[in-house]
Structure formats: C-alpha cells, structure tokens
C-alpha cells in the first residue's frame, strides 16, 4: 500500500474551504454524508433545536423530531 503524504490543515483553512460553495462543490455526494454523520462531538449535540433548523435550511417537511424528557414527551 501506498503511503499517503497527508499535509496538516488548520482551521481557518477547513473553515475556508467549508464556507466556500465552489470547494464544497469538488466533494461526492459520499463525502458529504460522512463529513455531516460525523463531525459532531457526541449525543450532547444533538438537541431538537438543531434538527428543526437543519429541517428548515433544507426545506424537510416530512419529518418531525420529538423531544422526550424522563420518558415522557
């Protein structure tokens, strides 16, 4: 196997390219997905608020997400 040569990138340089549409448009539909099921932390980043604003930015009307506290809604 080949080694790859991996260059450190910083954060401005990811936030450049994240925040800029022709870089995002050089990524595969496969890519897209991975970034997004993966970059957050963990179940603490999910909140309701956050699924409701996704849903609105990508006009998602056939979906609804329901927040349970102590198992009740």
């Known amino acids: 196997m080949e080694e790859i040569s ?21 990524l595969s539909v496969d890519d897209r997905v991975e970034v997004f099921s993966t970059i957050l932390l963990g179940s603490s980043d999910f909140k309701k608020e956050l699924f409701d604003e996704i849903f609105s930015d990508y006009c998602v009307s056939h979906l609804e997400v329901i927040e349970i506290s102590d198992g009740e809604r």
Do not use: P, Y
């Open 6 to 26: 991996q260059k450190k990138i910083t954060r401005d340089d990811f936030m450049f390219f994240f925040r800029n549409d022709e870089c995002l448009n050089e």
